[in-house]
């Protein structure tokens, strides 16, 4: 069973910085594209920043924030800098996982539970 598990957000203020983890755990044979998204009340979920080969960005946090990927801890990170009050949201991590399937392999899409992160003075 394949879990994605985001950490590190919290309170701010604007200017701010904070840097979101994402560790990927369970039974599987590599990580494809990851993403972060971020869902804020009464808007639908958007995307904020993705990597495979190369890294790509909203045009709201390009600039101030980087993903990144530490493949030997199977973790995903996003470093959040110069933050203002409409990054308030819960940030969501998104990944392609190779697993199992039977004697063959397969991708699966998952998602981590989310972490909020406000910001405010």
């Known amino acids: 069973q394949v879990q994605l598990v985001e950490s590190g957000g919290g309170l701010v203020q604007p200017g701010g910085s904070l840097r979101l983890s994402c560790v990927v755990s369970?039974?599987?044979?590599?990580?494809?594209?990851v993403a972060w998204y971020r869902e804020s009340p009464g808007k639908q979920r958007e995307w904020v920043a993705c990597f495979l080969s190369s890294t790509n960005y909203a045009d709201s946090v390009k600039g101030r924030f980087t993903i990144s990927k530490d493949n030997a801890k199977n973790t995903v990170y996003l470093q959040m800098n110069n933050l203002k009050p409409e990054d308030t949201a819960v940030y969501y991590c998104?990944?392609?996982?190779?697993?199992?399937?039977?004697?063959?392999?397969?991708?699966?899409?998952?998602w981590g539970q989310g972490t909020q992160v406000t910001v405010s003075s």
């Open positions: 369970g039974a599987f044979f590599g990580i494809g594209p």
């Open positions: 998104n990944a392609d996982v190779q697993v199992a399937d039977g004697v063959t392999r397969r991708w699966n899409n998952y």
